[in-house]
Structures are given as structure tokens and as C-alpha cells.
């Protein structure tokens, strides 16, 4: 089957995913795709599902795979966009998806540490602590005894990548050549910087060396700590770090609870974002509350 094929029927599986989930109604709200949405609620039934239109959007991009599920975590940013109901709603995909099992996330480890799990982790909890688009955690105390957190990358995410991309590549050349209105933002160019992006973000290490690097430029400041890497136990698919709790900054009762000022931690949060770009021109680029 052609590229061009292949991105056609899964622009019409986007279409009827989107239209069985009753998802579009945010993307008209910002008059997203018009032309698309006409088509698509003429050519499939409308179904009746129960929930707000941010929780019927975020299940919609969950099924239809890892980019969609990063768009929808760029989107929960935007309240501007989509009001903030639909973007708090969507900001379940940042650290809440469905997990994958503990035995492909086992097998993943053993298969890039080279050695059984025993003679790397005293313990190693099966059960996801959180997942995301690309990878999930796991909590496991090292046979030194120290206690980390393992970010292990999900089963089959490079493949699902690559065809979304060729999907993102066919989309962008389709635009430009039909919508020369839509030239201007350089669709070709956009899905570029995205493919790169994402090519980094699936080798752990380049995470791992970005917290090393964001920990020596915070090592004398006691506003922020970075989990140290455990480099020992950190390769492509699997970055090992120490473990640190904490709360959530968005769980406003939470940190009442705990005695924080939140005027403080506002304060806080904002210095430190200003030091990471300012004065180092280095920063977090995805600070959503979990992160944080």
C-alpha cells in the first residue's frame, strides 16, 4: 500500500474515532479543521457518550496513539484555547494514561541492562506508579538499597511513531500543496522539529543527561532538586533515577495540608523557571504539575 494510501484510510479512522467518542466538539469550539469536521459528521453517526467534552476529546487521542496523546498534553496547556473545563480534562493524559504490563515492562529492563532484575533491584514493583504517552514508572530499591524511580520506555512506541509520522508528513505536503493560506506556518517544517523532538525524547539517555545537566545548575541552590541519575542502570529504554516525593502543584489541598504558603511556592516556582532561562538559557520544557 502507498504512502498515500495508507495516510488516507487513517485520516478516515482518525475521522470515525473522533465522531464515535463525540470528541469534536472542542475542535469546533476553536474552529479546527471545518472542512474536515462538515465531512465527518455527515459521513458517520453521531453516538451519545456519557461525560464532558474534554473527557470524550482525551479518549479519543488515547486511542488513537502516542502523538495524538501529545497533542492533546500541548492542548491541556492552552485554557485560552479551550477553556479551562476541556484543558483540565485533557491534562489527564499527562501522567494518567493506561499503563502497560509489568512483565513487558520487566522484560524491557532485562533486555537493556543485559542482566536479570534480581541481580539489579532488591525489589521492583510490577505496578506502574504513573504512565504517560511514551513511557511509564516503576518504584525499585537497587541491591545497594538505594530507592529509585524506573522510567521505562513503552513496547513498540518507535513503530507507532513512525507511522504517525509518515501520517503528520503526508498531512503537511497535502496542506501545503492544497491551502495556500496554510503555507505560511510552514507545515513541513513544524512536523520536522516534531519527528526530532520525538526521536530525542525516545532515548532516555538524553533525558537523563538533561536532569544531570539541570541538577549542576541548581547543585548550590536549595529552591529545586533534580533526581540524581543512576547511570549505571540508564541506557536508550530505561533511565533509572533516585526517587523523590512530593506533591502535585495543582493539589491545592494538598500542600495546604502540608503546611506550604502557596504565595511561596508561586513565588518559588516562578524564580526558579526565571534561573533556568535567564540565567542558565536552560529549562524544563514540560512543566506540568506532575513534573513540578
Known amino acids: 500500500m502507498t504512502r498515500t494510501l495508507r495516510s488516507v484510510w487513517r485520516l478516515v479512522r482518525i475521522a470515525f474515532i473522533l465522531q464515535r467518542h463525540d470528541a469534536l466538539a472542542?475542535?469546533?469550539?476553536?474552529?479546527?479543521?471545518?472542512?474536515?469536521?462538515?465531512?465527518?459528521?455527515?459521513?458517520?453517526?453521531?453516538?451519545?457518550?456519557?461525560?464532558?467534552?474534554?473527557?470524550?476529546?482525551?479518549?479519543?487521542?488515547?486511542?488513537?496513539?502516542p502523538s495524538f496523546i501529545k497533542l492533546g498534553q500541548v492542548l491541556s496547556t492552552r485554557a485560552d484555547l479551550l477553556g479551562s473545563a476541556v484543558a483540565s480534562d485533557l491534562s489527564a493524559l499527562q501522567d494518567r494514561l493506561a499503563a502497560f504490563s509489568g512483565k513487558e515492562a520487566r522484560e524491557t529492563v532485562e533486555a537493556e541492562l543485559g542482566k536479570p532484575l534480581s541481580e539489579i533491584f532488591s525489589s521492583f514493583d510490577e505496578?506502574?506508579?504513573?504512565?504517560?504517552?511514551?513511557?511509564?514508572?516503576?518504584?525499585?530499591?537497587?541491591?545497594?538499597?538505594?530507592?529509585?524511580?524506573?522510567?521505562?520506555?513503552?513496547?513498540?512506541?518507535?513503530?507507532?511513531?513512525?507511522?504517525?509520522?509518515?501520517?503528520?508528513?503526508?498531512l503537511a505536503d497535502v496542506a501545503e500543496a492544497t491551502q495556500p493560506k496554510l503555507r505560511r506556518f510552514k507545515p513541513r517544517e513544524v512536523v520536522a522539529l516534531f519527528e526530532e523532538q520525538v526521536r530525542l525524547e525516545m532515548d532516555l539517555r538524553m533525558e537523563a543527561s538533561a536532569a544531570a545537566e539541570l541538577a549542576e545548575n541548581f547543585y548550590d541552590d536549595q529552591s529545586y532538586q533534580t533526581p540524581a541519575v543512576d547511570w549505571d542502570w540508564t541506557s536508550r529504554r530505561v533511565f533509572t533515577m533516585e526517587r523523590v516525593s512530593g506533591i502535585p502543584m495543582d493539589d491545592r489541598e494538598a500542600l495546604l495540608s502540608a503546611g506550604h504558603n502557596l504565595e511561596a511556592v508561586l513565588q518559588n516556582a516562578a524564580e526558579i523557571f526565571f534561573k533556568q532561562v535567564f540565567r542558565d538559557g536552560f529549562f524544563h520544557g514540560d512543566q506540568h504539575p506532575g513534573n513540578m
Open 26 to 65: 472542542p475542535l469546533q469550539e476553536i474552529d479546527l479543521a471545518p472542512g474536515l469536521i462538515y465531512w465527518v459528521t455527515r459521513l458517520f453517526r453521531r453516538h451519545k457518550v456519557t461525560g464532558r467534552p474534554g473527557e470524550k476529546l482525551a479518549r479519543a487521542l488515547t486511542e488513537l496513539g
Open 127 to 170: 505496578n506502574a506508579l504513573s504512565a504517560a504517552s511514551i513511557a511509564q514508572v516503576h518504584l525499585a530499591v537497587t541491591r545497594e538499597g538505594k530507592e529509585v524511580a524506573v522510567k521505562v520506555l513503552r513496547p513498540g512506541i518507535e513503530r507507532a511513531f513512525e507511522r504517525d509520522l509518515e501520517f503528520f508528513t503526508w
